[in-house]
């Protein structure tokens, strides 16, 4: 039997198996590091890590029959994560049921749509709050449920309670390491496009983005950027290494490299330590320098994504995104001379877009040519502004839809004022075809590619994303 149980729902790329990662769930890893702390049995059932099927899932969940049952939710697997927790309920009704992350933090009724399933919504960050949750749980202290900031809940007479806000985790160093012995280690990877065949995990370093675009959700959600010291973060880093041999690291903070100083600090350390270590990050065009990543790139930084979004002046200006195409193109330029895999990411389809819009956006990425293009149908998300803006404008296709949508998966849930979801899906496909088939591109590739390993994993995942590019343009033409 296990006290404590964190499910990390049954989730896979489809036909992107071969181009997505395996990584593992750092919210709940966080998470269940602090019930660690507190003496409390807590196990991490990781179905994503581990490819496990919805069946085997309960399964699991059976022959741990556990007495509260976490689960963490995004947009995309929502609907699977009521499914586990109402498993759970069926398996034992005297479950605790909790659901937290970013799709409940911002639409936290669903989750009380059908009653009886979820026991308690924690908002936002949950360290603190689940700390104080397990407490009442526990009966291990005396401060009453409607005190505790940051859940919500149905009273006795059915009534849903909301408790007083809570902010997020001020001092990130505080916080206890994720909970790495809890998850498979073994099972992960890098994305296909840069999976070096070396042991891999993924790391948090700073939460928050001080920046505010008008589609993306981590912007909505944290009040302000914090950052883990050097210090804090570098041992992160050894445990890794040392513990569990990952030679990898994909540093997953929404934006890497706000304060230069840092990650100065966090190269000088690994050089010292003569890690043999490989790593990559995302970060935005206007916050790099030659300086800044030429110490990321002795430290082994192999790869940098670049969130662009598109092509044109005025769509920075729409999105909020302080850059310019000039920025774009020189942080690129920068980052080829420090001899750093580039990697951009463009969306398509924002609600005043047509067909000059796409072609601006693809010609655009063929300037830059990046060592890698990715171009995405907009997903608007909850309390975003976009999402709001496409809402009122009455362009959203298929609004609730959200199950399985993933990279690059399924169709557009969206319209543009100009654009069909159809002809979306056709713009998407042929800016993919357009980038990776020109000659010059395809010549830049070949002689980049250092060993069969990364002959191979190349291949696979290039083919597997021409395929279903060619997919979609097949299927969106005609209209
Ligand atoms: C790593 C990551 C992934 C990994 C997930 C790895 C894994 N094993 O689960 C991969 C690459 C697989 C992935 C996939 C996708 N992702 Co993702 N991902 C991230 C990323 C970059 C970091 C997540 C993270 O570690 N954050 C750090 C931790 C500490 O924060 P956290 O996860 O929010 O957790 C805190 C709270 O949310 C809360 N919490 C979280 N879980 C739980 C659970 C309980 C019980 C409780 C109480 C609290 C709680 O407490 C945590 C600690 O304070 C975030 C962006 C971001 N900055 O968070 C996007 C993000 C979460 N992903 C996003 C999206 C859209 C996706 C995809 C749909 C993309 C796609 N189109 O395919 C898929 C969906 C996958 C799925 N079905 O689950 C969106 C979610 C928006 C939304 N509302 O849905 C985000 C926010 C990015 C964005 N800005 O738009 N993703
Ligand atoms: S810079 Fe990136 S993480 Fe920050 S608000 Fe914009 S899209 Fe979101």
């Known amino acids: 039997m296990t006290d404590v149980l964190c499910v990390v729902t049954p989730f896979s790329y489809g036909r992107l198996d071969s181009v997505g990662p395996k990584c593992p769930n750092l919210g709940?890893?966080?998470?269940?590091?602090?019930?660690?702390?507190?003496?409390?049995?807590v196990k991490i059932l990781d179905c994503f890590g581990l490819e496990l099927t919805k069946e085997e899932t309960f399964k699991e969940m059976e022959r741990h029959n556990p007495n509260v049952v976490l689960v963490g939710?995004?947009?995309?697997?929502?609907?699977?994560?009521?499914?586990?927790?109402?498993?759970?309920?069926?398996?034992?009704?005297?479950?605790?049921?909790?659901?937290?992350?970013?799709?409940?933090?911002?639409?936290?009724?669903?989750?009380?749509?059908?009653?009886?399933?979820?026991?308690?919504?924690?908002?936002g960050e949950a360290e603190e709050t689940i700390a104080e949750l397990l407490c009442y749980i526990k009966k291990k202290s005396d401060v009453p449920l409607h005190r505790i900031k940051g859940i919500i809940y149905v009273d006795e007479s059915g009534k849903m309670v909301r408790t007083e806000k809570r902010g997020v985790?001020?001092?990130?160093?505080?916080?206890?390491?994720?909970?790495?012995?809890?998850?498979?280690?073994?099972?992960?990877?890098?994305?296909?496009?840069?999976n070096l065949g070396r042991k891999f995990s993924t790391m948090i370093t700073s939460r928050g983005c001080p920046f505010k675009c008008r589609f993306c959700q981590s912007s909505q959600q944290a009040q302000f950027w914090r950052q883990r010291s050097a210090e804090n973060v570098f041992k992160e880093i050894q445990l890794l290494y040392d513990v569990y041999g990952i030679r990898?690291?994909?540093?997953?903070?929404?934006?890497?490299?706000?304060?230069?100083?840092?990650i100065i600090d966090i190269?000088?350390?690994?050089?010292?330590?003569?890690?043999?270590?490989?790593?990559?990050?995302?970060?935005?065009?206007?916050?790099?320098?030659?300086?800044?990543?030429?110490?990321?790139?002795?430290?082994?930084?192999?790869?940098?994504l670049f969130g662009v979004e598109t092509g044109y002046e005025e769509g920075f200006k729409k999105i909020n995104k302080p850059i310019s195409c000039d920025m774009v193109v020189r942080a690129v330029r920068i980052a080829e001379k420090c001899g750093i895999m580039t990697r951009t990411a463009f969306i398509l389809g924002f609600p005043w877009e047509g067909e000059e819009e796409m072609r601006k956006?693809?010609?655009?990425?063929?300037?830059?040519?990046?060592?890698?293009?990715?171009?995405?149908?907009l997903t608007p998300y909850p309390e975003t502004p976009l999402h709001e803006e496409m809402v009122a404008k009455n362009l959203f296709e298929q609004p609730d839809n959200y199950d399985?949508?993933?990279?690059?998966?399924?169709?557009?849930?969206?319209?543009?004022?100009?654009?069909?979801?159809?002809?979306?899906?056709?713009?998407?496909?042929?800016?993919?075809?357009?980038?990776?088939?020109?000659?010059?591109?395809?010549?830049?590739?070949?002689?980049?590619?250092?060993s069969w390993g990364e002959f191979k994993s190349n291949f696979f995942s290039g083919n597997d994303l021409l395929k279903l590019a060619f997919k979609k343009v097949l299927a969106g033409r005609g209209e």
């Open 73 to 123: 939710a995004v947009t995309a697997n929502f609907t699977i994560s009521m499914d586990v927790l109402k498993k759970s309920k069926e398996l034992n009704p005297a479950v605790v049921t909790v659901i937290g992350g970013p799709h409940v933090t911002v639409n936290p009724e669903s989750a009380f749509e059908e009653r009886g399933v979820v026991d308690f919504v924690v908002i």
């Open 361 to 377: 956006t693809i010609k655009f990425a063929k300037k830059v040519n990046a060592d890698l293009t990715f171009f995405n149908v």
């Open 28 to 41: 709940l890893g966080f998470i269940a590091a602090v019930i660690e702390e507190m003496g409390y049995d």
């Open 248 to 262: 990898h690291i994909y540093f997953q903070d929404d934006e890497f490299c706000v304060n230069h100083q840092r």
């Open 169 to 194: 985790v001020k001092f990130l160093d505080k916080l206890p390491m994720p909970a790495y012995h809890l998850f498979p280690m073994d099972r992960y990877h890098s994305y296909g496009w840069l």
């Open 267 to 304: 190269c000088d350390k690994i050089k010292e330590a003569k890690m043999d270590l490989a790593w990559e990050c995302l970060t935005r065009v206007n916050h790099v320098d030659e300086a800044l990543l030429s110490s990321m790139a002795s430290a082994g930084c192999k790869s940098v």
């Open 404 to 450: 399985m949508h993933i990279i690059h998966g399924t169709d557009p849930l969206i319209r543009t004022e100009k654009l069909t979801s159809k002809q979306l899906r056709y713009w998407c496909g042929r800016a993919v075809l357009e980038f990776y088939l020109r000659p010059s591109y395809i010549w830049k590739k070949v002689k980049k590619v250092k």
